[in-house]
């Protein structure tokens, strides 16, 4: 395996020996496991209420059929699979195991789009609550299932589009050798290119500048109708600004490499705590929040989830018994 230097870290890999100029390896390797053990627990409970959340949902027609339920529970499918992704990517970086190009870009791909994907699955639920408060007649035939599919769809090609020019920027700077070696698996390492990177941010900022605008309007025009005193109204009008709290979660994301450069420069000495805190901080609690803030912050879904609850504590007195 040849030398390469893993993601973040001043450390060197030659064939699989960790070399390091005044590197306490017993205290990093503590460190390692201790944020490994924090990010595996965070993430088997997020997605073990995200696997119930999805069971209730399939469950039961009045969430199958009503378009805000269909918004949601996807948006739960796309941060459980982003949330796998991202700590598969993380314990990769972390054991320092280099996989090969071609197969680190499978794994990437669907964690770029999932990443995406976030932003405008929230543009659509403000939308759909914007619609259900402010043009309540209408909302039956502009917020239909089939239309809601049509736009989660929408949403997916997309965010597709945004990574296409990544692929062929890759084939066309690099060579087809280069898919066959090893490399810790980082978007960095994989789209190199200047013009990736580039692209990369213009993007970010124009999907960011957006989605953001449309948060705003909805969360004024909601707020408008909300003086009224209608409880619907002032319903909608919480949920948007929970949509705009997830929204500066993700605009964190994106600010992830800059705090990290940040810490460092004022913590030097704590470069492997400032990786593991903000990895858990950035990509972990966010993901973890999201079935707490939209799922059990909702009546129905609050209720069904009593319901499975007190039905599993009843099968335990039984097994117990």
Not at 123 to 131: Q, R
Not at 211 to 226: D, K, M, P, S
Not at 237 to 264: A, D, E, S, V, W
Not at 308 to 318: D, E, G, M, P, W
Request: charged content about 15%.
């Amino acid at each position: 395996m040849s030398s390469s230097s893993a993601p973040g870290t001043n450390f060197t890999v030659t064939e699989g020996n960790l070399t390091g100029p005044g590197v306490n390896l017993g205290m990093f390797s503590l460190t390692a496991v201790v944020g490994n053990v924090v990010v595996i627990l965070l993430g088997i409970i997020t997605c073990s209420i995200n696997t119930l959340m999805i069971h209730i949902f399939n469950k039961h027609q009045i969430f199958r059929f009503n378009p805000r339920y269909i918004l949601f529970i996807h948006l739960v499918l796309n941060e459980t699979l982003q949330l796998i992704l991202s700590i598969s990517l993380y314990l990769f970086a972390n054991s320092y195991f280099t996989i090969y190009v071609s197969l680190c870009m499978l794994i990437l791909l669907p964690a770029i789009l999932t990443t995406r994907n976030t932003p405008v699955n929230l543009a659509c639920m403000a939308a759909e609550c914007y619609i259900s408060v402010c043009i309540p007649l209408r909302h039956g035939n502009i917020c239909t299932v089939k239309k809601t599919y049509i736009a989660i769809g929408i949403m997916w090609v997309i965010s597709l589009l945004t990574i296409l020019p990544d692929i062929f920027i890759l084939f066309i700077t690099e060579e087809l050798h280069f898919l066959k070696t090893r490399v810790f698996c980082d978007r960095d390492r994989v789209f190199r290119s200047s013009d990736s990177k580039n692209k990369r941010d213009a993007s970010h900022i124009f999907f960011l500048v957006v989605v953001c605008l449309i948060l705003f309007y909805t969360y004024f025009r909601v707020l408008f109708v909300a003086k009224a005193a209608n409880s619907d109204a002032k319903k909608a009008r919480n949920t948007i600004l929970l949509h705009g709290f997830q929204m500066l979660m993700c605009m964190t994301l994106y600010m992830q490499t800059l705090l990290k450069q940040l810490l460092i420069y004022l913590f030097p000495g704590q470069r492997i705590p400032i990786q593991h805190t903000i990895f858990i901080l950035i990509q972990i609690i966010p993901r973890c929040l999201s079935p707490v803030v939209y799922g059990i912050r909702d009546k129905t879904f609050r209720m069904y989830f009593k319901k499975y609850f007190i039905c599993l504590q009843v099968k335990a007195i039984r097994v117990q018994t």
